[in-house]
């Protein structure tokens, strides 16, 4: 099997496995968002570490911990993913599955946003009718809820800001995700001692079966995140571009059939807005990446 068809795989499966997310934090029940949270966070330190330990990258991680500047990145980085990783557990176990999914088709549309914010980069027309699309979206289904859609919109932007530092600092997937939960250790592990404390903690109260599937949390975290590095290294960016989007096409069915949540008709036409606008992004996207493989592949022939 080639190379690329093994990253294909790879990007699919963990695209996949966070399509099917909706399904693995209902079962946390009782514990609360935030408790999962700080199980995740705390799980995932371990997974990670026996990975590295593995691997041998630990000189990686002790590269990041040696510059300021990165550290600082990452321990941003971690602030963002906290907050997005929270967003999401809380709308997937309070019956938000469908507005979840919203925030991941628009997300990214924000990347590209926050791109031009931040970074300065220039966008091509497409990209800015993709770009009004999702904003004419977001004014449906304000009015069509009697609210912003909230919960998609910090998905989206969390994860688009955690994309944005992840992509300035250079730090790797497996490595980055080590420094982002040891940063958010303290705060994790102090808030289950004191669940513990008082007796709100579901650890250790609701059976050995709860206690292993908090504990797995740490886990799911982990394997989709290194499917997602091996694919990142085997794939062109519009192939990743492409099956991002099975994560929230999945978790959207979920959300429609599943869990029976309503999707009434000016919510759907705020999805359509943002199917219309991705439809047009990608088809842009993946024309502007093979307009830029034939200039390349002139110059190469050019000067051979």
């Known amino acids: 099997m080639s190379s690329e068809r093994t990253g294909v795989l790879y990007g699919a499966s963990?695209?996949?496995?966070?399509?099917?997310?909706?399904?693995?934090?209902?079962?946390?029940?009782?514990?609360?968002?935030?408790?999962?949270?700080?199980?995740?966070?705390?799980?995932?330190?371990?997974?990670?570490?026996?990975?590295?330990?593995?691997?041998?990258?630990?000189?990686?991680?002790?590269?990041?911990?040696?510059?300021?500047?990165?550290?600082?990145?990452?321990?941003?980085?971690?602030?963002?993913?906290?907050?997005?990783?929270?967003?999401?557990?809380?709308?997937?176990?309070?019956?938000?599955?469908?507005?979840?999914?919203?925030?991941?088709?628009?997300?990214?549309?924000?990347?590209?946003?926050?791109?031009?914010?931040?970074l300065g980069e220039r966008l091509r027309p497409a990209q800015w009718t993709a770009l009004g699309a999702a904003f004419v979206a977001v004014v449906v289904l304000t009015v069509e809820n009697g609210r912003p859609p909230w919960i998609a919109l910090v998905l989206a932007f969390s994860f688009g800001a955690y994309g944005l530092l992840k992509k300035v600092s250079g730090v790797g997937a497996v490595e980055g995700l080590a420094v982002e939960t040891a940063v958010l250790l303290p705060v994790a592990a102090g808030y289950v001692a004191v669940l513990g404390a008082t007796g709100a903690g579901t650890f250790?109260?609701?059976?050995?079966?709860?206690?292993?599937?908090?504990?797995?949390?740490?886990?799911?975290?982990?394997?989709?995140?290194?499917?997602?590095?091996?694919?990142?290294?085997?794939?062109?960016?519009?192939?990743?571009?492409?099956?991002?989007?099975?994560?929230?096409?999945?978790?959207?069915?979920?959300?429609?059939?599943?869990?029976?949540?309503?999707?009434?008709?000016?919510?759907?036409?705020?999805?359509?807005?943002?199917?219309?606008g991705l439809a047009l992004f990608t088809a842009d996207l993946v024309r502007h990446h093979r307009r830029t493989s034939r200039r390349a592949a002139a110059a190469a022939a050019q000067v051979a």
């Open 204 to 276: 250790t109260a609701d059976g050995s079966g709860h206690a292993v599937l908090l504990a797995l949390s740490g886990v799911v975290t982990a394997v989709p995140l290194l499917a997602f590095g091996a694919a990142a290294s085997r794939v062109p960016l519009t192939t990743l571009g492409l099956l991002q989007y099975l994560a929230p096409t999945l978790q959207f069915a979920l959300g429609v059939t599943l869990f029976d949540e309503p999707l009434p008709l000016f919510r759907l036409l705020g999805f359509v807005l943002v199917w219309a």
């Open 14 to 118: 963990a695209y996949l496995l966070w399509g099917l997310f909706p399904l693995y934090w209902p079962l946390l029940a009782p514990a609360g968002a935030v408790e999962v949270l700080a199980h995740r966070v705390l799980w995932s330190l371990v997974v990670v570490a026996a990975v590295l330990a593995v691997t041998r990258r630990g000189a990686a991680v002790r590269t990041v911990l040696a510059d300021r500047r990165r550290l600082l990145l990452v321990a941003l980085g971690a602030v963002v993913i906290a907050v997005n990783w929270g967003t999401y557990i809380w709308g997937v176990t309070s019956g938000h599955v469908v507005e979840t999914s919203l925030g991941y088709f628009v997300n990214p549309i924000v990347t590209v946003l926050l791109g031009v914010l931040v």
